[in-house]
């Protein structure tokens, strides 16, 4: 005589579930909705320096064009940390002593290849989470590195690349 199995709830060594508690999207009609409570913390930071890009990219267009994005979720930092405050490409955290890197500035160029490489906006996010205490605290902060970037790109003053930055 054969027992039918009821679903397993549990993985098979009993521990945790065996699919996501919720989807990642869902058809609503013909569309294909991203679910707001199955995005990631990358997903909504991701969302904040875009946030940021857009706003200067209403001013500034033009100049950046051609600038690629990157979030990455942690530094690597070199051996001398202390060389980092010193680089003019780097924005870092004052507070720490300049040894905690927010955001970089890569400089666009020719590769040895003789390829042009487009500069690139370089964004930090666990530095950034851990220096914010709330969401809209972490939007300022992104929106703060995006523009300090943005004027390095430039070489420009912060306050010029965003004059709205100082009204809040």
């Known amino acids: 005589m054969s027992r039918s199995r009821a679903p397993r709830r549990r993985d098979r060594h009993g521990r945790g579930l065996r699919r996501p508690l919720l989807p990642r999207r869902a ?10 409570a199955a995005r990631t913390p990358g997903d909504r930071f991701d969302d904040l320096v875009h946030d940021a890009r857009e706003r200067l990219e209403a001013r500034w267009a ?13 530094p ?6 202390s ?4 680089d003019p490409d780097v924005v870092v955290d004052e507070t720490a002593g300049g040894a905690v890197p927010l955001g970089r500035l890569r400089p666009g160029g ?3 290849r003789g390829r042009s490489r487009a500069p690139v906006v370089v964004v930090y996010r666990r530095p950034l989470e851990a220096r914010a205490g709330s969401r809209a605290e972490l939007g300022e902060l992104v929106h703060d590195v ?3 970037v943005v004027a390095r790109l430039l070489g420009v003053d912060p306050d010029v690349v965003d004059p709205q930055d100082d009204e809040g």
Do not use: F, K
């Open 27 to 36: 058809e609503v009609g013909d569309l294909h909705v991203a679910l707001p």
């Open 62 to 74: 033009r100049e950046l064009e051609h600038v690629d994005w990157a979030v990455v979720d942690v």
């Open 76 to 81: 690597g930092l070199p051996r001398d940390p």
């Open 83 to 86: 060389s980092l405050a010193a």
């Open 110 to 112: 020719v590769d040895a």
């Open 146 to 148: 995006v523009v300090d």
